[in-house]
């Protein structure tokens, strides 16, 4: 179980300022949903967390351990952090089990018996254990996104980050994965989850943050951000992500 902290985050591209100063925590087994605009900054957040971007400045610490810091072992750090991305980056030539075992033999050096006993337990935990030897192309989109999960859950993360893990599924896939996004909730992982799915989020989050143009707009308990948002900005984008196909014609004429 871990904690994070993040603490005054700013990330460039070029002159672009894409995080202008982020800070906020996850206490040990919390789930705090980011949610924002196309644009904002959310998975530039994110790979900062687990270090696949380089921040400008600032500092991201998990457990107390500054990930960010020079000096760190970052094959190390970036170990303890676990995701799951929207394409779910499955090998396609490999089996629904080696892709689960594949970094643990590889990254945590694992024998290949004890790689696919914890494969095999995770795969269980995401209720694929009957496909094992499928491949991706043998699966639906959901079953794929929870064999890229059960493979994040085989590094025993610290925490586990997702970036809209249900965006590019079909609709009615959607529930599978979002069941056992809960599920691990409810079990104390410690998570930090971009999503558009509202639901989700009041139901299963601890914390949410709203993120407009590299800032943290607001951030409280769902109740209050979703149910009853305090900044214009917020409820602007709330209307656009709750009201997917309602047509706003407000200064369009
Ligand atoms: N590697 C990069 N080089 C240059 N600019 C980048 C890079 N990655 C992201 N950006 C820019 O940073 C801004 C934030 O991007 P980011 O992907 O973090 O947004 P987002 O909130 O995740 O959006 P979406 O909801 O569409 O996924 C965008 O303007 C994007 O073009
Ligand atoms: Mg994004």
Redesign the pocket.
């Known amino acids: 179980m871990s904690d994070v902290e993040i603490r005054d985050l700013h990330?460039c591209?070029?002159k672009?300022e894409?995080?202008r100063g982020i800070d906020f925590t996850v206490e040990s087994g919390q789930v705090v949903c980011v949610i924002?605009?196309?644009?904002?900054?959310?998975?530039?957040?994110?790979?900062c967390v687990n270090l696949l971007?380089r921040p400008t400045s600032g500092k991201v610490l998990v457990d107390g351990v500054e990930l960010t810091d020079p000096d760190v072992d970052i094959d190390a750090a970036r170990r303890r952090v676990g995701m799951v991305f929207?394409q779910f980056n499955l090998f396609p030539h490999l089996t629904a089990l080696r892709n689960v075992t594949i970094a643990q033999e590889r990254v945590l050096r694992r024998g290949r018996a004890e790689a696919e006993s914890v494969a095999r337990t995770e795969l269980a935990r995401v209720g694929l254990a009957d496909k094992a030897d499928a491949y991706p192309a043998q699966l639906s989109g959901g079953q794929q996104q929870r064999v890229a999960i059960a493979r994040a859950l085989a590094m025993n993360p610290a925490l586990m980050l997702f970036?809209?893990p249900t965006?590019a599924l079909d609709p009615e896939l959607v529930g599978d994965v979002l069941t056992v996004m809960r599920q691990l909730a409810e079990e104390g992982m410690t998570m930090l989850v971009?999503t558009?799915e509202m639901a989700f989020a009041r139901e299963v989050a601890d914390r949410v943050v709203f993120?407009d143009g590299?800032t943290i707009v607001e951030e409280g308990p769902p109740g209050q951000v979703i149910g009853a948002p305090r900044h214009e900005r917020t409820r602007t984008f709330l209307r656009r992500v709750l009201n997917p196909t309602h047509v706003d014609t407000d200064g369009a004429r």
């Open positions: 990330k591209f070029g672009l894409v995080l924002g605009p196309s644009g904002s900054g959310k998975s530039t957040l994110l790979r971007e929207q970036d809209e965006s971009v558009h993120m590299g």
